[in-house]
């Protein structure tokens, strides 16, 4: 089993902008919860590692991209409980490998490649099956990591959170983390979450998510579709300066493809007005960080 992350600190963050718009802005700093399977991915391996253990399961077999933060903690959680790790990745192999794919193939992670076409069976039981013909016994840990498991280590969040607040944001990927943090409110403050995604499927994702964890129907949160610039793993200059300016300021590292984002739609939501004067913002931050290693090979920007 995983062992005992450190506890994350809330910080304040501060800037003319948010004494301006009379709002406060604090981080949840979840990327210093592990070093290797920070922020939300330690989160939704937690008692997802801890039902493998209880089962007897002795392989670990997940899916993810070859930039894969999940991937990445997944090998790593994998050395760490003495699990073996199976990665199906989607996509051709590409060598060298990607910093990435490279420190789980260090960590003994199996590296199996799929089409595009193929990958997208994942969640087909047949599919299933036929990875268990040709791997045997492993446990099935989706893409992401988002799953039940998941939803009730995310809940644990909220607990931790030593202020009062109005409000948290998180990042959003699969919804297993902004699900969690939903069910640990259980209706009370707001819950915001931040697309890094195109399209606005995401809401419905959250809601099956939510119904098949514990089939309540909660009002308190929504999901910001206007900042993905242009989607997964897409960037636009603006979003490289902010973060650039946002890290020289604050100290504070961020990744483009996730908290990155999220921020800058905070300070965006600031600076329109969107949040009620006196309000207290928690900002969830993620992790994510080793794929800025990856990102700055492919689009030349620094951590």
């Not at 800037?15 to 604090?26: H, T």
């Not at 794919?101 to 260090?106: G, P």
């Not at 840990?141 to 009730?152: C, Y």
């Amino acid at each position: 089993m995983l062992k005992e992350a450190h506890q994350a600190p809330t910080v304040e963050i501060f800037d003319p902008i948010f004494e301006k718009n009379q709002v406060r802005l604090f981080i949840k700093r979840e990327d210093l919860l592990h070093p290797d399977i920070s922020g939300n991915k330690w989160r939704k391996l937690k008692y997802n590692l801890k039902e493998a253990n209880r089962r007897g399961e002795k392989t670990l077999l997940t899916f993810g991209g070859a930039y894969s933060n999940h991937i990445y903690a997944v090998a790593a959680a994998g050395k760490e409980s003495g699990f073996k790790t199976i990665g199906i990745i989607r996509g051709e192999e590409h060598l060298p490998l990607n910093p990435t794919l490279k420190f789980a193939k260090n960590c003994d992670m199996e590296l199996h490649y799929l089409s595009r076409g193929d990958y997208r069976k994942k969640h087909i039981p047949k599919f299933i099956e036929q990875l268990h013909d040709k791997f045997g016994d492993f446990y099935l840990i989706p893409e992401g990591g988002t799953n039940n498991f998941a939803i009730k280590g995310c809940t644990e969040i909220v607990d931790e959170i030593p202020i009062a607040f109005d409000v948290i944001c998180s990042a959003c990927g699969t919804g297993g983390t902004l699900a969690g943090l939903i069910a640990g409110l259980n209706g009370e403050k707001k819950v915001i979450g931040f697309s890094a995604l195109k399209g606005d499927f995401l809401r419905g994702e959250v809601e099956k998510l939510l119904t098949g964890y514990n089939k309540k129907i909660y009002k308190n949160w929504t999901i910001n579709s206007d900042f993905h610039f242009g989607g997964y793993a897409k960037v636009k200059p603006e979003l490289i300066l902010f973060i650039h300016t946002f890290v020289d300021k604050h100290q504070i590292p961020l990744d483009p493809i996730y908290t990155g984002k999220m921020f800058y739609g905070i300070y965006e939501l600031i600076k329109s007005g969107y949040f009620k004067e006196g309000s207290r913002i928690v900002a969830l931050h993620t992790g994510g960080l080793q794929g800025n290693e990856g990102m700055k090979e492919k689009l030349g920007i620094g951590n």
